[in-house]
């Protein structure tokens, strides 16, 4: 059984998806299994991810048909038999070192979760950290459901974390809705005993200006007012001091 199994959803990214591969492959911790999930992209995308897998047995392909990403990272998880999970979007990349040291903090820990600071490439190329701060903390449960909601260090990104398998046990992407990370964040830290984070910066994300998320009102965003609403009530049910503040 691998470390860690790493879940990359692809569509339509044959610009920047060598870069991602590359950096996942390369990883200083080499035990674990890469799993390419070829979303119908209508572009060269799937037949890059079929040459990598060609020449690194780590690498697993599943061409499906196009659903978007959670049902891309749903289909990864059906075939991942890591000790953990984790997610890399294809247009992004990580540091060479982040997957050993999620996991050693991890298992040092005792953390069902590790996660990382994340860095933001603007427009201009230029880089941000997501979380300002230094310091590295390990979370209760209690605590790590109560950062999470101020979304700087835990972040609701499933893509600077690592999970413990069993989290997804019960647990899939809502493939109707965006703001999936959202959706499925506080869910599946409800369940983690421990929450480790570092604020070293070590995943790498590409601003991307075509994002549902950035474009006009359309109904889809409507979205918005469901998964907040539901992580509202969730809140209010489980831990009633934080849906106050």
């Known amino acids: 059984m691998p470390k860690i199994s790493i879940i990359v959803p692809v569509y339509n990214v044959e610009q920047y998806l060598a870069e991602c591969i590359e950096s996942i492959k390369d990883q200083s911790l080499t035990d674990i299994e890469i799993i390419l999930v070829d979303d119908g992209s209508p572009d060269n995308s799937g037949a890059i991810c079929d040459d990598y897998a060609r020449k690194d047995d780590r690498i697993r392909v599943i061409h499906k048909k196009n659903g978007g990403l959670s049902s891309a990272r749903n289909a990864g998880l059906e075939?991942?038999?890591?000790?953990?999970?984790?997610?890399?979007?294809?247009?992004?990349?990580?540091?060479?070192?982040?997957?050993?040291?999620?996991y050693k903090n991890a298992v040092e820990n005792q953390a069902e979760i590790a996660a990382c600071n994340i860095a933001k490439m603007g427009l201009d190329g230029q880089f941000e950290n997501f979380d300002i701060g230094n310091k590295d903390i390990l979370f209760t449960r209690a605590e790590g459901?109560?950062?999470?909601?101020?979304?700087?260090?835990?972040?609701?990104?499933?893509?600077?974390?690592?999970?413990?398998?069993?989290?997804?046990?019960?647990?899939?992407?809502?493939?109707?809705?965006?703001?999936?990370?959202?959706?499925?964040?506080?869910?599946?830290?409800?369940?983690?005993?421990?929450?480790?984070?570092?604020?070293?910066?070590?995943?790498?994300?590409?601003?991307?200006?075509?994002?549902?998320?950035?474009?006009?009102?359309?109904?889809?965003?409507?979205?918005?007012y469901t998964v907040v609403g539901e992580m509202y009530n969730f809140y209010r049910n489980l831990y009633p001091h934080v849906a106050e503040q």
Do not use: H
């Open 145 to 224: 459901m109560e950062e999470l909601i101020r979304n700087q260090k835990l972040t609701f990104s499933s893509c600077n974390k690592i999970y413990k398998r069993k989290l997804f046990m019960d647990c899939r992407y809502n493939e109707s809705i965006i703001l999936e990370d959202m959706n499925i964040s506080y869910r599946l830290l409800n369940q983690a005993n421990a929450i480790f984070y570092t604020a070293r910066p070590m995943y790498f994300y590409r601003y991307n200006d075509s994002s549902i998320l950035r474009e006009k009102f359309n109904k889809k965003r409507l979205d918005e």
């Open 79 to 102: 075939v991942a038999i890591g000790e953990y999970i984790g997610f890399v979007d294809s247009d992004d990349w990580v540091d060479g070192e982040m997957y050993e040291v999620l």
